[in-house]
């Protein structure tokens, strides 16, 4: 069993005694512990500013040719924070409780609280920061709903709140690397972590313009990569989203927690042709006011207008009459899947359900639609050459978010001494479902409120002073890494990057998408290792390592998710119980809903690598609930 | 479905120090409900197949936030479909039998480092300069003891938009950074919270976007025209009244 290191006493209590108790390093000797941050998304961005403010030397990398171009900056909907501004009854405590039940309970109660009691902290901050949140004309901030709650908790900046959240942050970043003391370094991208003595020590990059691989060295590393959603191929991440550096981690002995947890978000513009290189997402927060529906009739040809009211099924407000078109994620996709397999679906493809404003825009008139969503509609409209304030949305499911990532305590510190993981990339908080507008709370969270205080717990029981990078285990990883860059460069095969990335994509999707069962996974078990060997026999990456080389970098991402996919796939056949976003066939109640296994898979399932081609070892973390009553999850 | 033909000239560069030039590559057979950014990856994967070496550019939301992409496509930054970046301009826009000639962002400020990538760090260092509101993590009052004025906060908001693409420097005949800059002085000066520190920020802004080789403002309007976030250049305007302010005191 995992020890979480979750503090006792009371749930309430945890975090303020927890605080009370961390170890401190003393200002003076603050500047002399050096810290390298990954990733600069909310998670990063917010880690690294704060921990250089408090004093400590931070060298920190994204890929992208700024920090401010983090996948973060495309999240549209809002943020949620416990604040009760609109007097409904929120508290910490429901939002504790949403997030506990939305996640299926399948998440830490301990982290999930503190989660829930920081919250405000973050719209203070933000504020502070001049995020402009949107008002209400008293000019006070203004809250919208999300899935999944039934109070007005989100705060929002339009439909652009990740891109205003991650400039704040960003902005805390640039003031700290003008001050000196963070060293940012873009477009370089991590290739490998390097543990010595089981202790992380550093990173390997590759300088994305020059080719240049380096060693980088710290006292400890903080992995704030984001999530691997883009194992799939299609979906709503930014093209740069990868699981290298957690894939490299896990590798060095870092367990990987419930990677088989991924959500599928219900308002995606569909696919339309074999070219299509991401999905877009239509925020949530349209279904505040936009209905969903099909038609009754299987296969109907008439046109959305045609079809009249009482021909209509509008299936999540008949299915769940207190939630409506608000029902979580995991349920409205399923909902939507369900009903394009009954041959309800419409659109050209009858992989597409409507998402209807006519109502809305009756009884609001089109200027408020327009003021709440204008973006959105436009950017639908951009796409698609549809006016969705004259016809309804075509929306249909997609890959949006992992809850899954490497495991990490309660102090976010994986189990090896020295990494701590931030963000989309740890497994903390959301269990097997994320609540909307929780992700953007919880990379904040992780970084400017709990990652700054544990990670002194650390540092204080350990010396100060870089590693040298000249050691064995630094030299050997570079060896590594330059040798697989030659080796993909020799391939010189038939088949392009993104052909076995497509293929991989595709086989993820049918068999370890929206419903899953033993028969696929185990086809894809089969299936899987063998796209990786002819990834390694047939690969095409054109030009070489020595300069930007766009092909060799997302060779090297696609090889690590060709391997990263057995381990998601096997833990989807290891969890034999549906929870959340992981949906077995096997395990539905008689009206088709997830149905838990409360009695055998109340644990997190952590892997550790025990080579390719080998069966990972598991370790479980018993998932303790002392305030929080397990039930059937219900949004009736 | 339709499909289109077309022919693009390419500009080509293999890195900084070298000198590029155009080259020309059929595109045959373009689903017109692909977005520009989906065509060149079809080119892309056609260049591979034929053993040469695709085309850089840079890109990564494709969804018209990130600021990552962006080319000069027939003379325009971002092609010539209003408010929209490279990502969201979409093949329905081109004619069949059409030449599309695709060139990186031109300005010093910007060196080429690939093909159509440009380095745009200037952009960074320029918000390193004072873009910022100093309020470290911690020390933040409750979030309502500030109430902003809702028109005053959607101003704010309107050039926070700015996604830091720099198609207002390719657009500009004197590759000035005056739009980029003065969003980002209008976004925090607008409000209350980013009074304190107006002063010094916009004057250091200034001084660093002067020091990076930008040229200087002559109201062509161009930058505002190209913009896919359409920020006003009333922007421009906010900022020389404050820099002047700031100059004086
Ligand atoms: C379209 C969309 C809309 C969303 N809307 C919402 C919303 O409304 N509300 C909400 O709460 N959540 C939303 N989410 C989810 C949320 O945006 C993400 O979960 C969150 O922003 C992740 O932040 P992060 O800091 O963990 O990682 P990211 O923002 O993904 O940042 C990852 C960073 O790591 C770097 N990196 C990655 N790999 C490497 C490597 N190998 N080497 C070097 N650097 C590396 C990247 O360069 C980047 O800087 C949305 C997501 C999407 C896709
Ligand atoms: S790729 Fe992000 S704005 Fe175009």
Known sequence: MLNSKIPSGPLKDKWANHKDHLKLVNPANKRKYNVIVVGTGLAGASAAASLSEMGYQVDTFCMQDSARRAHSISAQGGINAAKNYPNDGDSIYRLFYDTVKGGDFRSREANVYRLAEVSNQIIDQCVAQGVPFAREYSGYLDNRSFGGAQVSRTFYARGQTGQQLLLGAYSALMKEVGRGSVTLHTRTEILDIVVIDGVARGVITRNLISGEIASFAADAVVLATGGYSNVFYLSTNAKACNVTAAW???????????????????????????????????SESLRNDGRVWVPKKEGDPRKAQDIPEEERDYYLERRYPSFGNLVPRDLASRNAKMQCDEGKGVGPTGQAVYLDFEEAIGRLGEDVIRARYGNLFDMYESITAENPYKQPMLIFPALHYTMGGLWVDYNLMSNLPGLFVLGEANFSDHGANRL????????????????PYTIGDYLAGVPSGRTATDSDEFRQAEKEAEEKIETLLAIKGNKTVDDFHRELGKLCWEKCGMSRDEQGLKEALQKIPEIRDEFWKNVNVPGSGRDLNQSLERAGRVADFLEFAELMVNDALYRKESCGGHFREESKTEEGEALRDDKNFTHVAAWEFQGLNKEPQLHKEALEFETVQLTQRSYK | ??????????????????????????????????????????????????????????????????????????????????????????MRHFNDGETIVIEPWRSTAFPVTKDLIVDRTAFDRIISAG???????????????????????????????????????????????????????????????????????????????????????????????????EISVVNIARMNKEFRTASRS
């Open chain 2, 131 to 229: 873009g910022f509101i100093s309020a470290k993590t911690g020390s933040a009052p409750e979030a309502s003891a500030i109430s902003i004025q809702q028109d005053k906060a959607e101003l704010s908001m309107d050039a926070a938009s700015c996604i830091g693409c720099g198609a207002c420097v390719a657009s500009c005949p004197n590759a000035s950074a005056m739009l980029f800059t003065s969003a980002k002085v209008s976004h925090l000066n607008l409000l209350p919270q980013g009074r304190v520190e107006a002063k010094d920020r916009v004057t250091n802004m200034v001084k660093q976007m002067d020091e990076e080789g930008f040229g200087n403002c002559s109201n062509e309007y161009l930058c505002e025209d190209a913009c896919p976030k």
């Open chain 1, 248 to 282: 490299r981690a896990h590798k060095r002995g870092a367990f990987f927690a419930n990677p088989c947890y991924t959500q599928i978000h219900p308002t995606c513009i569909p696919v339309h042709g074999e070219y299509q290189s991401k999905l877009t997402l239509m």
């Open chain 2, 1 to 90: 479905m339709k499909t289109i033909n077309l022919t693009l000239q390419i500009w080509r560069q293999k890195d900084a120090n070298s000198t590029g030039q155009f080259e020309s590559y059929p595109a045959k057979d373009i689903d017109t409900a692909m977005s520009f950014l989906e065509m060149l990856d079809v080119v892309n994967e056609r260049l591979t197949k034929e053993g040469k070496e695709p085309v850089a550019f840079d890109h990564d939301c494709r969804e018209g936030i990130c600021g990552m992409c962006g080319a000069v496509v027939n003379g325009q930054p971002h092609g010539h479909i209003k408010a929209t970046t490279l990502c969201q301009l979409h």
């Open chain 1, 436 to 451: 909307g507008a929780s992700a953007l709370m919880q990379g904040l969270a992780d970084g400017y409120f709990v990652l």
